[in-house]
């Protein structure tokens, strides 16, 4: 059985896995085997990450770009595929979030986010799917959200790209399977990571969480990788266009 979740020789990108859930994730996916590329905008943070992985005799490198640079992330992940021969996987997992009331947003702030978390998505997706297709095969994962399928107020821009995801990701999975590749998302819950600090440490929040989700708390990152493993190996390769979501029960709690 452990074959079917085994990524050995495999290629993987991961964006935005200096820390948090792409490393996590990352680090999963190292463990059964990848060579993952960390990705993220500081190059010192993503060596010490790397190195961190190397040490456990894990299969590492480091993609230093921005991926709201667009011809950035073409030249890179053309890089990645030519300088190991292949690109097996890319988790597309760099993301930003603002959270203001309506009326404080600036049309900047929402174009912003919108374009890391969506439209850098898209351009990776396009240029793991460049790479992918003349092997016949590829999985392209990204990272949504529940708050693509539930909502809160204030993280509008947020929520959107998130769904927006949902929905690229259906469209991309009926044209790229004929061509070997699958296209997933993962919806993770509330998890305990830098970019919701302000929310962990909002007892009202925090509070709120706990009685929310079924399982009474916040999910550690870790527990995220094994839902990266499953739509990258052998185990997931019948899954395509699906969301995957991973959140204690929480979106289905009343």
Partial sequence: ???????????????????GLGLAMATAMAEAGALVVLNGRDAATLTAAAEGLRARGLK????????????????????????????DAVVLNAGINHRKPLLEWETEDFLRVLNINLTGCFVLAREAARAMIPRGSGRIIFTGSIMGIVARPTVHAYAAAKAGLGGMAKTLAVELAPKGLTVNVICPGF???EMNTALTQNPEFDAWVKQRCPMGRWAQPEELGGAAVFLASRAGSYMNGHMLVVDGGLTINM
């Fill in 1 to 19: 059985m452990s074959g079917l979740f085994s990524l050995q020789d495999h290629v993987a990108l991961i964006t935005g896995a200096s820390r």
């Fill in 60 to 87: 590492a490198g480091i993609a230093a770009f921005d991926v709201s640079d667009f011809d950035a992330c073409a030249r890179e992940v053309a890089a990645i595929a030519a300088r190991h021969g292949r690109l």
């Fill in 191 to 193: 998890f305990d990571t």
